[in-house]
């Protein structure tokens, strides 16, 4: 005796159920992949994936095995040149970091760059080649100092790479507080992109340049402020609270 499926012997078609979870989820993974690139930060790779493009192509045609490392390379690449919408708190009682990584110092240091001459609270962010680079305004204010120094190109974690390597300095001056933002290069990253110029103001959290591949950033703000963050602490920039400014009046809270 022949057994058939009561679907199949009703006459009635055989619905299949489709498993659309998987790339559903394909889909909404490139779409952020997509969502967090900016033109103006990918533009800064322009030069790289002209090389890129060249040795992929290269590999192609002579050994094609050998382009599948150069598609990864690319595919890394715009991983890095990301640049994520951020909503910054907008409160001038505070300071926000100036970039995403890993606090690694926080001490007290003698500013006398760009005409500060006064003792200033250091906290240091190192940037892994994971981090997004892009730098932003930790305060609302005018940017009223931009400076770079040469130097050299040692791991952006060795302290000596603040006062030796290649780096820009820049001053905020907010309604309240004056605070420097100090961008610097480590042994891969080797060039630091300023977008904004003396006179600009910025919003906190705003956009201000970027430092192509593995740095460190310094924020520097007035002895008397209370840090926020200690050693070893995560942080993304545009967001993440540092520091809290003493003496500073904020609008009164709703009840």
Sequence with gaps: MNFMHGSIASGMPVQRKIQVGKPLALGRTVCIFFRVQKPRAISE???????????LCASYYWYRPLALLWVAVILFVLYFFRDPDRIAPDDDGIAVAPADGLIMAIEDRLEGEGGLMQRMICISIFL????????????MGRITHSEGKKGIFLDARDPESARKNVSRLWIIEGPHVTV??????????????PWSKVGEGLSQGQ?????????RTELYVPEGSKVLVRVGESVRGGVTPMVE??????PPVPV
Aim: aromatic fraction near 10%; glycine fraction near 8%.
């Design 207 to 215: 956009k201000f340049g970027m430092i192509r591949f593995g740095s």
């Design 128 to 139: 892994s080649v994971f981090d997004v680079h892009v730098n932003r305004s930790p305060i």
């Design 45 to 55: 790779a322009k030069g790289i994936f002209l090389i890129l493009a060249v040795l």
């Design 180 to 193: 420097a933002v100090r961008q610097i290069t480590g042994a891969i990253a080797r060039r630091i992109v």
């Design 245 to 250: 400014f003493p003496a500073v009046n904020r």
